[in-house]
Structures are given as C-alpha cells and as structure tokens.
C-alpha cells in the first residue's frame, strides 16, 4: 500500500507542476499571479493527511522555482509557507471531521489561515528580500495582497469542493486507495 500511496502523491504532485506552469494569470496586481497547482495538493491532503501535502507542497516549491525562475528561493519559501499553511489546515480538519461539511469547513479554514499567514509574512519578508519599505507593503495589502490570497484559496477550494469525491472514488475502484469515509 505505501508504494500506492507514494505513487498516487507523485501523481498528483506532477499535476500540480503542470497545473503550475500551465495556467498562470495576474489577479488584483500584475505580479500577484494566480495558479490552480493548489487543488492536487488540497485533494493530496484529503486522502492521505497534511503530512502528505506538506512533503509534496515542499517538493513542489523547489521544482516551481527552478522551472520558472520566479522568486527564486524566497518564491519558494513563500509558496511553500502559503500552499503549507492552506493544505495543512484543510487537511487536519478534515481528518478530525471526514465528511463533506468536514471538507468545506476545513477549507474555509484553510482560505482564512492563508490569507492571514501571507499578509504577515509579506509585511515582514518583503521588506527583506525584495527591500519594499513596509508602508509600501501595507498600501498593497488591501487592494492586492489580502484579496489575492483569499480569492485564490477560494477558487481552488471551490474547484477541490468539486471535483474531490470524483478523484477518491476513481482511486479507491482501482484499488489505488483504501475506502476512509462511507459518504
């Protein structure tokens, strides 16, 4: 079964890489730039634990990095903190609450704690890494970074809402996944 497990991850990691570099637009400001790579690694915490989708989220950021060059290292560590963060907390929910309503509300937790933990981590590593005064953060936060960090999470949350149960259950009838819910 960990073989499975670890392909199944693999797998749905490569999406994210390929959903990553594929589908790229700005939203809000121009160098806020939304991608869906978050879903595979939401649906990864799902069906295999936070545990699993931050070692994928942490495998991804680098590859991120070296593939579009975007951000470098701190692009990286941002990307990994944010998907982190998300995943993490949508996961651990939904392994205490495995149901659907488990699912959304581990989401919107998810949505929340993100967009919290990049408003803070722009407002402190910015400044550093890029040397933005942080007033010059704050002034972005409201009509960029707040709102791209929340629509981004919801969107991907809205289409992980959708297409999750889809995905478990093609993976459970080939065996490729133990049954862990009865809805």
Avoid: C, W
Avoid at 88 to 116: D, E, P, W
């Amino acid at each position: 079964m960990e073989i499975k497990k670890l392909t199944n991850i693999a797998v749905l990691s490569g999406f994210s890489l390929a959903l990553m570099l594929l589908i790229r637009f700005p939203l809000f400001l121009p160098f806020l730039i939304y991608e869906p790579g978050d879903i595979p690694i939401l649906i990864t915490a799902f069906l295999y634990g936070p545990g699993a989708a931050l070692g994928a989220t942490f495998i991804l950021s680098i590859l991120m990095a070296v593939f579009t060059g975007l951000g470098g290292p701190f692009g990286a560590f941002m990307h990994f903190l944010a998907t982190g963060v998300f995943a993490g907390a949508a996961g651990y929910f939904y392994q205490k609450h495995h149901n659907r309503r488990g699912a959304v509300k581990g989401l919107l937790i998810g949505s929340i704690a993100m967009t919290a933990v990049m408003a803070a981590a722009n407002l402190i590593f910015n400044p550093i890494f890029y040397g933005i005064p942080r007033e010059q953060v704050m002034q972005m936060m409201l009509p960029g970074i707040l709102p791209f960090n929340l629509t981004k999470a919801l969107l991907n949350s809205a289409v992980t809402v959708l297409v999750y149960k889809k995905m478990a259950n093609f993976l459970r009838k080939r065996g490729l996944i133990r049954a862990l819910e009865n809805n």
